[in-house]
């Protein structure tokens, strides 16, 4: 996959695909087959994706490499030596790239004078760029009575319902995406490389813990919820278990943000309300996304616009009254 994702990468950042890339003998590229080479799965679907040719290096004839043997080194040097802190691997991968766009810029000598223009020159002779392949590996498992399947050691969560019935898999580098029969997609994990590890989604048991809300606060997938869900939960619903699943579930039927549920909260405490419900969140979810919504043209009938001049007439004169003090016309 690694491999996979590199080319993808690689031919989406410089805009289109080589004609011909020369491999050295790696095993993600080559099978030795007695003594001939063959490429393998992974190579084939690249090739056949992006349409270009292959070849592979001769063993233990270096010159055929050109000058690739020390530039990851090289270009590590200069960008992993000076910076080596970042928040997440995004930040990373960018702080590399300028490094690339600097060295791809700087002259050392006379032979690199002519740099910037070679690239241009190589980059204009590229085949077009088709898109992005997809570099995941699918497989079907079975989900257990537990609604997990084990996907090398470890347990990734599937909807309660489809406990006991097979489920599509596809195996990213960093994710794990689960499928139904129809090809639905009805679950998403991060990938762990740990082993014997637990990745559940409580929206996968919210049927299952309604049965014994006194069970959520223990539950491996209340632990795993963001903790902002998990403060909502101990600050307005430890004693109302089914309240919260209800919740849960408007949330991940609507496909809101859990940033959204707390500015939901801090909504409905300034109401003055004591006792929080469901209902509560989702009347300030949906107040929350509709926003001010401006009424169109088309539907502004004589009856509305009556109401808008007489509602523009009260403002005028409660201005009046906060301003100069004068009295408010009685009709």
């Known amino acids: 996959l690694a491999f996979m994702e590199s080319h993808r990468n690689f031919f989406k950042d410089i805009g289109g695909v ?5 491999y050295d003998n790696m095993r993600v590229a080559v099978v030795f087959d007695e003594k001939t080479k063959k490429p393998t799965v992974a190579l084939q679907r690249l090739s056949s994706f992006y349409k270009y040719q292959w070849r592979f290096c001769n063993a233990r004839a270096g010159w055929e490499k050109g000058n690739v043997e020390r530039s990851v080194d090289f270009v590590r040097g200069r960008a992993f030596t000076t910076h080596v802190d970042f928040d997440t691997i995004e930040d990373a991968q960018k702080w590399l790239t300028s490094i690339c766009q600097q060295l791809n810029c700087e002259v050392a000598s006379a032979s690199t004078a002519e740099k910037e223009d070679k690239i241009m020159e190589d980059l204009s002779n590229l085949q077009d760029y088709p898109g992005e392949i997809g570099c995941f590996e699918l497989a079907e498992y079975k989900a257990d009575k537990q609604a997990t399947i084990c996907i090398k050691n470890n347990h990734y969560s599937v909807p309660e319902t489809m406990a006991g019935e097979m489920v599509l898999v596809k195996t990213y580098s960093e994710k794990i995406v689960i499928l139904d029969p129809q090809h639905k997609v009805v679950g998403q994990h991060i990938r762990s490389y740990g082993s014997n590890e637990w990745i559940v989604d409580i929206n996968h048991y919210v049927q299952t ?7 959520i606060q223990y539950s491996e997938a209340f632990h795993q919820m963001p903790m902002s869900m998990q403060v909502i939960y101990h600050k307005f619903f430890k004693e109302n278990g089914k309240e ?7 949330v991940r039927d609507n496909n809101i943000a859990y940033e959204d549920v707390l500015k939901a909260a801090d909504t409905i405490r300034w ?11 989702k009347v300030a979810l949906q107040t929350l996304s509709a926003g001010d919504t401006p009424f169109r043209e088309d539907q502004k009938s004589d009856e509305f616009i009556e109401i808008e001049i007489g509602s523009e007439d009260i403002l005028t004169q409660l201005e009046n009254v906060m301003e100069k003090g004068t009295k408010v016309p009685q009709e």
């Open 271 to 281: 109401d003055g309300v004591k006792t929080f419900t469901a209902d509560h969140f």
């Open 18 to 22: 080589p004609q011909n890339m020369v």
């Open 209 to 215: 813990l309604m049965k014994k809300t006194s069970a």
């Open 244 to 250: 919260f699943l209800q919740l849960v579930k408007y």
